[in-house]
């Protein structure tokens, strides 16, 4: 029996749980990169600042992954509380990547610990930076692996179905559905963008604050050049994405793009309203979404049209498409313009309005990142594991998860806030500028 107020309150939920959630394990993934490859500068250069900015991304970065074990957790036992149906049913054939998820955490965090607690105590700095392979191998792996689990639930294959039960079971073959080359391919890249820009962002924040450091200019300069190639692969990877929606999920690529009839030359559609089953106010881009979808402007794109009204997802996706593409599109051009702003000798890139530009990428890519996952999740409904199990189908029959909701909405916001003054009374307390001083007292 369904019960439709659960079902909502599970929804609503698990949507707060994975938005909050999102943030911290985007940052995960992508900050242990960026502390490789500012060491692997330093080390290369014999530059003291790129060390420093390893030593300093990485005490940061042990507070988050404090708060994204903690969300990660609640999704866990969520999974198991709000959609025990679908666990008991995707759990026999999905449960390898969850187990390889939980070793590669491990994996990573065994090797952070002793990174972090090992500096000054080799006499190499390269010897130290091999620690950090395994960290960012860690980190990236674990989003692999949650990620599959997600491809599974839009491209279900592996097993069989007979009178009701799963047999057949082949765990490998569910691992490496259609689904998974894009996916895991987009989450990575863009947590390694979004990674950037945060990291950007915060150097051109200490710059407007008035401190003119070099240390902060080097440390912009190197992820300016970071977010050009990794917005590029985003957007690369993002195509490759649409391509395989055309191919294996066209109900969720055509209400991306309000594409309401089959048809060929089919036009992209950016922005615009819908006014009583009319769009409007619209910017269209000819022949745009059939060369999205099969790289061939005269294509035939399927449309809405083919659909059943209860199978076609919220139209609203568009407008998580668009967020997308526009901030995807300006996180391409900012760094661009800087990095070759910083070769001519633009004057206007050390500006106040164009550092305050910079700024603003750090919480657009997080919008950005947002946006994305609600159009994965959303666009796949009314599917929990497409044309096998509906949403409503998989969730529990509680009536206490309303309750549920306040009390995971409390933790979230005292998380939230908790890392927040943690990060800024420990750099506020510990400049960069004191820090180099107390280290050139230490050398004497």
Known sequence: MINESAVFWSRVLTETTLTFHIIYATIGVGIPLMIMIAQWVGYKNNDEHYILLARRWTRGFVITVAVGVVTGTAIGLQLSLLWPNFMQLAGQVIALPLFMETFAFFFEAIFLGIYLYTWDRFDSQKKHMLLLIPVAIGASMSAVFITIVNSFMNAPQGFDVVNGELVNIQPLIAMFNPAMPTKVAHVLVSAYMTSAFILASIAAFRLLQGSNHIYHKKALFLLMKLGIVFSFATALIGDFSGKYLAEYQPEKLAAAEWHFETT?????????????????????????????????????????????????????????????????????????????????????????????????GGPLSIIAIEAGWWLAEVGRQPWILRGLMRTEQGATTSDQVDLMLLLFCILYIVLGIGSIVVLRRMFRANTIEREIAERKLEKR
Do not use: C
């Not at 106010?281 to 809405?304: D, K, M, R």
């Not at 593409?325 to 001519?344: A, D, H, N, Q, T």
């Open 264 to 360: 060929g030359e089919a036009p992209l559609v950016l922005l615009g309203i819908m006014d009583d089953g009319e769009v409007r106010y619209e910017i269209t881009v000819p022949y745009g979404l059939s060369i999205l979808a099969h790289s061939n402007p005269f294509a035939e794109v399927i449309g809405l049209d083919e659909f059943p009204p209860d199978e076609i997802p919220p139209l609203y996706i568009h407008y998580l498409f668009n967020i997308m593409v526009f901030i995807g599109m300006f996180l391409f051009l900012v760094p661009l313009v800087y990095v070759i702003g910083k070769r001519r000798s633009w004057s206007f890139i050390n500006k106040k309005w164009f550092r305050w530009v910079i700024v603003s």
